[in-house]
């Protein structure tokens, strides 16, 4: 007889441990014979640097270093080896932004490079009024006379604004690249780190600089730099004629105001040329200077590049896609199979779908090979170096060549007596001309004149609002600040919280003032207050910055109403350039009254009168955006929950509310499901102080408790706003007259 064995039970095995990430990442470029390698991390023995050498081929190595945490000492070893079996193959090695940490290593280790240079590095900064340390990015060919100074001047902390001092003795730290010397970078490089990698280094600072050369009736204009409102559209249009070709491989970075220069060059020079092509256009140009409205009727893409990554050997890279060859692909929004450099694998392209949304826009240019070879031939072409940027004209190679010496050393005299008279005036009277701050004169700004509506009572770090007819503008102007960015973003909260408060003024319901303006009132008069009795105090600045950026927030949610029209003034100060801008919202007066009656509107449910939270809260309550504010209470389940008036209701039972209408409906559903099945009542509430807490109760059912309660279920935030918070709907598509903007 058979007995049946008895199964014996299954262990389970735990699951296996997940993989360490690896304490050091080395992504890959390479193009145009540079390859960068991008280091972040800990360097220690696990680093193998004679294998990571050997993937490392072209003409010039660069190392990017900033994201370099730390070097233990068996990192240093493997490190050399890196750095000396790497200069065998590369012609030229390069460091660029060097974390604190490899530059402590490049002043204690020799052979740290093995011959290689550093151009950029990290310099550590420290800001004693809010306790933060920073870094400053130095490069060889624009601060290295600060370098040798050994003495860098104080910056602008970017938490606080205030001072803050380079932290290190300068002898020390900078020993290495001063005994190293300056230098800077070869054209071929900085066009690679920039228009392929957005990085920001040595002449790429520079402004825009256009080259021209002419073959037969092709004119080759080179643009090399920012295009920003400096670019010379009436300058490079004049005497345009037969086919154009402009190679925009330079171009780093697209400003709003020189994408709207761009366009009216491409306008302008639309009758006088038969045919203007496109080539070497960066990602960034395509999408911002490519669509069919931008590129007209006579203007072509020839080719552009699209960053593309290889799986196999993980290098990244910038390819170029000629759009006649590819453009039965692209056409469909779709990228090119293209094989890696390296290891000659199958590649996947990288682009924004921004970036491949335009390819089908792209029409398929008809380039003539004559043209084409002409093409080919003027991009190769070396272009002399000069000293000053601007528009040069490059005569032909076949041209007789004219002694340039006697204009030369006339326009040396010239300049020489027209600066000493210069010298003369200035000195003999005195005067200097002290702008329209106490800063100095404006030495850049966004647009040639200063808008109309920038009126001369909008002084720095003000706001205004002004009606005129049936409309109403309100204006911001930023602090003085070290970035153009920062005080664009500034200049724009000031107005729109402007507006906010306008908004406020205009709403007369006695019991929306009591709940909601006798809480921000206080809030927004003493923060404005002090900063009005010191401009210069830290906590004052920063109470002001944060409380309109609440209310912009809040206020500009969904289809609120957007910053129209822009502009800005930089000045050359003794701390540096330095940045004032300035923005207006532009809305009808009967559409803003429309918007306040929207806030204003009151719901009901379970004893609580509530309205829609307010942007203006955002001086109390800076962490809000929405929410619903009781005004009044009577009794009901919330007052016996622990409600009071004042208080504003972020959520019931898990679901967000939007406004005052999403309050009553919300209430009402939760609170008929409790007294049908019985469960908590939950509410996460914003008292006067402190941060949001919850109230609850429970709440008995009429059904048995023991009966499975079934309930509408929905996900958080399934309310559709509705009532206050969508109010600016009522503005429709209007974002402001954006009539002095530069990049409309």
């Not at 360490?20 to 680093?47: M, N, Q």
Request: aromatic residues 6%; contains cysteine; glycine residues 8%.
């Amino acid at each position: 007889m058979e007995v049946a064995r008895k199964s014996q039970p299954q262990i389970p095995q735990p699951p296996p441990p997940e993989a360490a990430p690896p304490k050091l990442a080395i992504e890959k470029f390479a193009d145009a014979g540079v390859t960068l390698l991008k280091f972040t991390g800990t360097i220690d023995e696990a680093f193998d640097g004679k294998k990571v050498a050997r993937s490392a081929e072209g003409h010039t190595l660069v190392l990017d270093l900033g994201g370099v945490k730390k070097i233990s000492s068996f990192g240093i070893r493997e490190w050399v080896d890196f750095v000396g079996a790497a200069k065998k193959t590369a012609v030229e090695l390069l460091l660029i932004e060097c974390a604190p940490k490899v530059v402590d290593q490049l002043n204690m280790v020799a052979n740290f490079t093995a011959g290689g240079r550093v151009f950029s590095f990290y310099a550590p900064f420290r800001c004693d009024y809010c306790d933060s340390e920073h870094r400053v990015l130095l490069d060889l060919a624009k601060d290295y006379e600060a370098i040798r100074s050994m003495k860098l001047a104080d910056r602008p902390c970017p938490s606080c604004k205030e001072s803050m001092y380079f932290d290190e003795d300068g002898s020390t730290y900078f020993s290495y690249v001063l005994g190293q010397g300056q230098f800077e970078l070869d054209p071929v490089v900085v066009q690679f780190l920039a228009a392929k990698l957005d990085y920001r280094v040595g002449t790429v600072d520079a402004k825009l600089r256009v080259d021209k050369l002419i073959e037969g009736r092709a004119t080759y204009l080179r643009l090399t730099g920012d295009l920003d409102n400096t670019f010379p559209r009436d300058k490079l249009a004049e005497g345009l004629e037969g086919t154009v070709v402009v190679d925009v491989t330079g171009v780093a970075r697209v400003e709003p105001a020189g994408a709207a220069e761009w366009r009216g060059f491409v306008s302008q020079v639309a009758p006088l040329v038969e045919q203007m092509y496109l080539i070497g256009v960066a990602p960034t140009f395509l999408e911002r200077l490519c669509g069919r409205d931008d590129l007209g009727a006579k203007c072509q893409v020839a080719d552009f590049t699209l960053p593309y990554a290889c799986g196999t050997c993980g290098t990244t890279t910038a390819q170029l896609i000629d759009v006649t060859e590819h453009h039965a692909v692209i056409k469909f929004a779709t990228a090119p199979e293209l094989h890696c450099p390296q290891c000659k694998s199958v590649m996947q392209c990288t682009a924004s779908e921004a970036a491949m949304t335009l390819l089908p826009v792209l029409p398929l240019p008809e380039i003539p090979k004559n043209l084409a070879r002409t093409i080919a031939e003027l991009r190769a072409r070396k272009i002399e170096k000069r000293s000053t940027t601007g528009l040069v004209a490059v005569p032909k190679s076949d041209e007789p060549r004219r002694s340039a010496a006697v204009p030369i050393l006339l326009g040396i005299l010239v300049a020489a007596v027209l600066a000493a008279g210069a010298l003369y005036y200035v000195r003999s009277n005195h005067t200097v001309d002290p702008g329209p701050y106490g800063l100095g004169p404006v030495a850049a700004s966004s647009a040639a004149a200063r808008p109309a509506w920038i009126r001369a009572e909008l002084a720095p770090g003000s706001a205004s609002c002004i009606g005129a007819g049936a409309r109403i503008t309100c204006s911001g102007a930023s602090s003085l600040l070290a970035s153009q960015e920062e005080a664009e973003d500034e200049a724009g909260d000031a107005a729109l919280e402007s507006l906010a408060a306008e908004a406020g003024r205009s709403i007369r319901d006695p019991a929306w003032n009591t709940a909601i303006q006798a809480q921000l009132v206080p809030a927004r008069d003493a923060a404005l207050a002090a900063y009005s009795r010191d401009p210069q105090s830290t906590q004052a600045r920063r109470a002001v910055h944060d409380g309109r950026r609440a209310v912009a927030h809040a206020l500009a949610r969904g289809n609120g109403p957007q910053i129209g029209a822009r502009y800005w003034e930089a000045f050359d100060t003794s701390e540096g350039r330095r940045y004032i801008a300035f923005a207006s919202v532009d809305v009808p007066v009967a559409q803003l009254r429309g918007a306040a009656e929207g806030y204003a509107q009151a719901a009901s449910a379970l004893g609580a009168t509530v309205v829609s939270f307010f942007p203006e809260l955002g001086w109390r309550f800076p962490k809000l955006e929405h929410g619903a504010v009781v005004t009044k209470l009577e009794h009901g389940p919330l007052q016996d929950l622990g409600l009071a008036e004042h208080y504003i209701v972020l959520a019931i039972d898990g679901r967000d509310v939007i406004d005052a209408a999403s309050f009553a409906k919300i209430a009402n559903e939760e609170h008929a499901q409790l007294v049908e099945h019985g469960g908590l009542l939950r509410l996460l509430v914003q008292t006067d102080t402190g941060d949001p807490r919850e109230f609850s109760r429970t709440i008995p059912g009429k059904l048995d408790p023991a009966a499975p309660r079934v309930r509408d279920v929905r996900p958080r935030g399934d309310v559709p706003p509705t009532g206050g918070i969508n109010v600016w709907d009522r503005f429709g598509g209007n974002r402001g007259s954006g009539r002095d903007d530069p990049a409309q």
